[in-house]
């Protein structure tokens, strides 16, 4: 065909294209070329599961596992944000678990003390961890809470513990509430129902946010701390473990939940439609891979999927999810963290495959469709963590292996 | 100016008036605003179906007595200076109940948005409650009259003639705040793809205009 006739059919096509590309809904992320974030900020340690972050105690909390067992690194942050001296923590694990390795699944800080809350599991880590019955687990605390308010971290509280929790769980996240009353928990089993669902639940924190008993009143001495409220029956939408991949309250009522299916509206107010969930194409089922955040200041939860490019957004109202949701895909990328929000720049941060990545977001909190992208020394980047005091963003990088 | 891209200007300009009528697709990547509101779930905005007990999604819509789908489409696409010929919505039954279902398609007279829910028509930028509970309310929240009736005896594919509804909205005879529909007969159930799930294109707008 003559070129002189394939230029108007070009724009033709072109024009058609731009036209389809009018959705709002659904949009494709570019590759970005890669570039220098200058608040990013490398952390060189072996086996990083988690990271915190608190702008309170200026402490930057490191969660790893190994094959003997779980520990923290805890740094003290100096004026300008830089990592200065650490200690290091043995994450305690029973003597009835031996040879069952423990490591923390995920970290949260109390937004106003220096008190830090850690979610523990064990179970074999080679070869893949599989969920195991294991008796030791009974003495087995998956809550630890510590001070941080020290050069050595203080254990203040060591709870949940039984058969009421899942075992050998890799996935999982704690969160407060913005009155910072409750700690919402991940990987409850609910042992009436036939098939023992997955559940959530949340315990009461005191004033110097160590959980208490849900009633002090009745309490007795020296009886383990139960749950202020749970899921007392299971729900579709969080249906087996992990479950609990993100918490965002929103009320004293209403909590939204990272489930099997993406997020889910909890409502413990309302007997007859506890739950409703919005999955997020085309994660369905992708449990282990799930994972929400909320925005700090604006009504939009976001879903990424670990091992996948797709990452969804979604309005709510007073905790349930309204309106369509947004889908993007961002090419070439593989999600490989939780995902963070920097609300200082507007953007999202997430780990890839030897990249951060970090998608902007306009004024409602929806994906604008642009990146930057920064190349880290680390096949996967597995955790983050963002301080908006220091405006840093702390990204885990896994130190080359020593040759024998 | 390059000669190609002034002859492909003047190719574009030529074809406009030859051009009897365009006719554009719609789909709900285009929409902002849809809802499945339901009476058991009064503040979900996503009633889909209830995956179990008091546990609903919105991975399908079941449309069943007392629960109703809310669909607006965007037509600011339809250029200025045309005139609506034709404008058909496409409901897809992807699985029914015994016997046949109607679906009425009605207009929405009232404005809604965040957090629409059976109780509120929306909840930012301050709680507006439905003049009837479920959008209800004949001639207030919606149209008196359907617009349409669609009368699903399988599954497939439904064309419905809603050119009247498009001319209205285009010609700012009337705001465009969707449509609603619902299903009255006991018993009746439809199943249709859900636009927060699966794959896209299922809900459809299509819409020919032509120069007036």
Redesign the interface.
């Known amino acids: 065909m003559s070129r002189r006739f394939l230029t108007p059919l070009t724009l033709v096509v072109a024009l058609s294209f731009a036209l389809r590309a009018s959705a709002q809904n659904e949009i494709t992320i570019k590759v970005a070329p890669d570039t220098v974030v200058p608040f990013l900020m490398p952390i060189t340690l072996p086996g990083i599961t988690c990271m915190a972050v608190s702008d309170v105690a200026d402490a930057l909390v490191i969660g790893h596992k190994t094959d003997k067992g779980g520990f923290l690194t805890v740094y003290r942050l100096d004026g300008k944000g830089s990592p200065g001296p650490h200690v290091t923590v043995t994450l305690p694990r029973p003597p009835a678990l031996d040879g069952l390795p423990n490591y923390p699944i995920c970290l949260a800080f109390h937004p106003k003390l220096p008190v830090l809350y850690v979610w523990q599991d064990a179970a074999l880590l080679k070869p893949p961890p599989e969920p195991v019955k294991h008796p030791g687990f009974a003495t087995f605390d998956h809550l630890l809470v510590y001070s941080v308010a020290g050069v050595e971290p203080r254990l203040l509280a060591s709870l949940a513990r039984g058969d009421e929790f899942s075992q050998s769980v890799r996935a999982g996240s704690v969160a407060l509430d913005a009155a910072a009353k409750r700690l919402y928990v991940p990987n409850l089993l609910i042992l009436d129902q036939p098939d023992t669902p997955a559940a959530v639940g949340c315990y009461r924190l005191g004033d110097d946010g160590v959980p208490m008993p849900p009633d002090p009143t009745t309490a007795k001495p020296g009886e383990p701390i139960k749950l202020f409220k749970r899921m007392r029956h299971g729900a579709y939408d969080l249906t087996g473990t992990p479950v609990g991949q993100g918490f965002i309250p929103v009320s004293d009522d209403v909590v939204i939940v990272g489930g099997l299916y993406g997020p889910t509206t909890w409502d413990m107010s309302s007997s007859r439609a506890a739950f409703g969930g919005v999955t997020l194409y085309p994660y369905v089922g992708a449990g282990y891979y799930s994972r929400i955040i909320g925005h700090p200041t604006l009504p939009v939860v976001y879903s990424f999927a670990i091992g996948l490019q797709f990452l969804g957004c979604i309005e709510h109202s007073e905790g349930f999810l309204t309106l369509m949701p947004q889908w993007s895909a961002a090419d070439g990328i593989v999600c490989r963290s939780s995902p963070v929000i920097l609300a200082r720049h507007n953007q999202i941060a997430v780990g890839g495959e030897g990249h951060v990545y970090l998608f902007d977001l306009d004024a409602k909190g929806k994906f604008k469709g642009t990146r930057v992208q920064a190349i880290v020394a680390s096949p996967n980047v597995e955790a983050l963590a963002y301080s908006e005091k220091f405006d840093r963003l702390f990204v885990p990088i896994e130190p080359p292996e020593k040759k024998p | 100016m390059n000669r190609?891209?002034l002859?492909?200007?003047l190719?574009?300009v030529g074809m406009a008036p030859v051009l009897p009528a365009r006719t554009?697709i719609l789909?709900?990547?285009?929409?902002?605003?849809?809802?499945m509101i339901?009476k058991?779930?009064?503040?979900?905005?996503?009633?889909g179906y209830e995956?179990?007990?008091?546990?609903?999604?919105?991975?399908y819509l079941e449309l069943v007595p007392n629960r109703s789908f809310l669909i607006r489409y965007p037509i600011d696409?339809v250029p200025k200076g045309q005139r609506i010929t034709n404008a058909e919505l496409i409901v897809n039954a992807t699985y029914k109940g015994a016997g046949e279902s109607r679906v009425s398609i009605r207009r929405i007279l009232a404005e809604w948005?965040?957090?629409?829910?059976h109780l509120y028509r929306m909840?930012?930028p301050k709680k507006v409650e439905w003049a009837v509970e479920g959008a209800q309310g004949a001639s207030s929240d919606r149209a008196a009259k359907p617009s349409a009736v669609v009368r699903v005896n399988d599954v497939g594919d439904y064309a419905v003639n809603i050119t009247e509804d498009v001319e209205l909205w285009y010609t700012g005879a009337a705001a465009n705040h969707g449509w609603i529909m619902t299903i009255d007969d006991e018993g009746g159930y439809l199943r249709m793809p859900s636009?927060?799930?699966?794959t896209?294109g299922n809900w459809r707008l299509r819409i020919t205009y032509e120069p007036e």
């Open positions: 190609h891209i002859l492909s200007v190719v574009l554009i789909t709900e990547t285009d929409c902002e605003k849809i809802a339901c058991e779930a009064p503040r979900h905005s996503w009633a995956a179990s007990t008091g546990t609903f999604n919105a991975v696409r948005g965040p957090g629409v829910c909840t930012r636009p927060a799930w699966t896209r």
